[in-house]
Structure formats: structure tokens, C-alpha cells
């Protein structure tokens, strides 16, 4: 549905923190899924367990952030160039339950719980291979810049 041309116009993250590659699902206002292929060429594993490379759990979180963001943004009709952006707010109920390696495929999927003056609550979680991985609640808000 979006590729990473597309998701550049919705998210201002660049290489190498552009952590969603491809949207797959979408529905404004409800939820959208996507993902993120890891690969062992990721800047992070040259410290991060360089001999056993892990991909970070606060990673993980942040591309669930950036796919709540998308759909933040695509829910509204607005994008950074309008003067926006969606800041991570806080996160609750962080689990991780499955390593994420190189040569994975992080499945990202985001649920709008509510929306209060600007104020998004999002429910998400992370899988690979229908494993989940992580799970959170993502709080972001929406800031005129």
C-alpha cells in the first residue's frame, strides 16, 4: 500500500533511522500495519552484540512509534511538510518476548485505542514470523512546529 518513498512523505526519519519499509494495511483512523527488514548491514549491530547481533528492543519501539505516526498522520490528512509532527509521548506495558536478528522480517502493527486533544494512544505490537516479539502502548502527540 506505501512504499518508502510514500513513508518519507508522512515521517521525517531518514537513513538510518527510518524504521519502517513498506506499509501494508491501512485504515485511517483504525489501524496499519507494515514492517521492517532487518538486515545484518544495520549501523546499530556494529555495537550492539556485534559478535551475536541483536537487534535493540528500544528499536523495536521507536518503528512502533513510526507506524503509529504514519497512521496518525494519514488519519488526519497531514504530513510533516504541513508543520506537524508526531512525538513520542510515553510508552506502557513494554514486552519483549523474542529476540529480532538479522535476516528477520519485524512485522509492525498499530491500533488507535484514543485520541484526546491531541494526545493518540495506540496499542502495537512486533512479530517475526507470526512470533510476537514486542508489545506496547504508544503515546504520541501531535505538535505544530
Not at 510476537?132 to 504520541?140: F, K, P, Q
Request: charged share 25%; proline share 5%.
Amino acid at each position: 500500500m506505501m512504499d518508502v518513498r510514500e513513508i518519507r512523505q508522512y515521517l521525517p526519519h531518514r537513513y538510518p533511522f527510518l524504521l519502517v519499509d513498506r506499509v501494508v494495511e491501512l485504515e485511517e483512523g483504525k489501524y496499519i500495519k507494515g514492517y521492517k527488514n532487518i538486515s545484518v548491514n544495520e549501523e546499530v549491530f556494529n555495537g550492539h552484540f556485534p559478535e551475536v547481533p541483536i537487534f535493540p528492543g528500544v528499536m523495536i519501539v521507536e518503528a512502533l512509534a513510526q507506524v503509529s505516526g504514519i497512521l496518525g498522520f494519514k488519519t488526519l490528512g497531514q504530513k510533516p511538510e504541513d508543520g506537524f509532527l508526531y512525538l513520542f509521548g510515553g510508552i506502557d506495558n513494554v514486552r519483549f518476548k523474542r529476540q529480532v536478528i538479522p535476516g528477520d522480517r519485524l512485522d509492525l502493527e498499530s491500533e488507535v485505542v484514543s485520541e484526546r486533544r491531541g494526545i493518540w494512544k495506540f496499542s502495537c505490537k512486533a512479530s517475526v514470523n507470526g512470533e510476537l516479539a514486542t508489545s506496547a502502548d504508544v503515546l504520541c502527540a501531535v505538535k505544530q512546529v
